[in-house]
C-alpha cells in the first residue's frame, strides 16, 4: 500500500474537525492549526499503519491534544523557572547627581569624554587607554586632565589638590 494512498482524502475530510476539536480544547486557534499540522505530519509518516486503524482521525486528535498538552507544559515550566529566577528587577530611576554627571560628559570633546569615562568608569590604566586608543599616554594624560577640568566647571564642582597638578 502506497503511503499516499488515501491519505489526501483522509486530510481533507477531517482536517476542519480536529482542528475545531483542538481549538476549542485549547482556547487558541493558531496552537490549534499548528499542533493539527504536526499530528498530520506524523499520521502522514505512519499512514500504512495508521490508515488500518478502526477510526484514524481519532488517532489524529489524539496526538494533536498531546502537543498542545505537552506546549503547555513548556509554556508553564517556563513561566515558574522565569518567576524562580525573580523575574526582571525593577530599576529607579537615575539620580540626579547621575543625570547631571551623563550631561556634563556629553558636553566634553569626544577625546576628553573616552578618556575620562574609560580611566574612571571602566578602571583603564593611562597606558591601557593609550593601547586601545592608539593614543600616545602624554596625548592620554593631558585629555585627562582638561576633561576633569571641563567636567568640574560643567558641574560646578572644585577639584581636588592632587587633581589639578596632574
Excluded: C
Amino acid at each position: 500500500m502506497d503511503r499516499d494512498d488515501g491519505f489526501e482524502e483522509f486530510y481533507r475530510a477531517t482536517r476542519h474537525r480536529v482542528v475545531t476539536v483542538l481549538y476549542a480544547l485549547g482556547g487558541d486557534l493558531a496552537e490549534a492549526q499548528d499542533a493539527a499540522q504536526e499530528a498530520y505530519v506524523r499520521a502522514w509518516q505512519r499512514w500504512t499503519k495508521i490508515s488500518g486503524y478502526g477510526d484514524p482521525e481519532a488517532w489524529v486528535r489524539t496526538v494533536g491534544y498531546r502537543l498542545l498538552v505537552n506546549r503547555w507544559r513548556k509554556m508553564r515550566n517556563g513561566l515558574a523557572a522565569y518567576r524562580r529566577q525573580g523575574g526582571d528587577v525593577s530599576v529607579g530611576p537615575p539620580s540626579e547627581n547621575t543625570v547631571a554627571l551623563v550631561t556634563a560628559l556629553r558636553r566634553l570633546p569626544e577625546e576628553q569624554r573616552q578618556a575620562i569615562v574609560l580611566h574612571h568608569l571602566a578602571d583603564l590604566s593611562v597606558a591601557e587607554i593609550a593601547a586601545q586608543t592608539n593614543t600616545p599616554t602624554g596625548t592620554v594624560k593631558a585629555r585627562l586632565a582638561r576633561g576633569r577640568k571641563a567636567l568640574a566647571a560643567l558641574l560646578d564642582t572644585a577639584l581636588p589638590e592632587e587633581v589639578t597638578h596632574a
